[in-house]
C-alpha cells in the first residue's frame, strides 16, 4: 500500500468528521488526520487521483502532497 499525504484546509472537529466519513465510505483505506496541521495520510492501493476526488466531497480544499 502507498501512503499519501494531502494538506485539507479544516479548521475543527466538524471538519476532521467530515474527512473521516468520505474516506470510511471508501473501503480498505487506512487514514490518519492531524487537524492542527490541516493534514490528511491514507494509506491504500488506489490512485491518488481517485483519493483526491473523494477527499473533495467534504467540501474543503484539497492539495495533494506526494507520497510519504
Known sequence: MTKHEFAV????????????????K??????????PKQLVWIESDKDAEVLMET????GKEVKYNGTK
Open 55 to 58: 477527499l473533495k466531497k467534504c
Open 26 to 35: 471508501l473501503g480498505d483505506v487506512k487514514f490518519e488526520i492531524d487537524l
Open 9 to 24: 484546509a479544516m479548521t475543527c472537529e466538524g471538519c476532521s468528521g467530515a474527512v473521516s466519513r468520505v474516506l470510511t
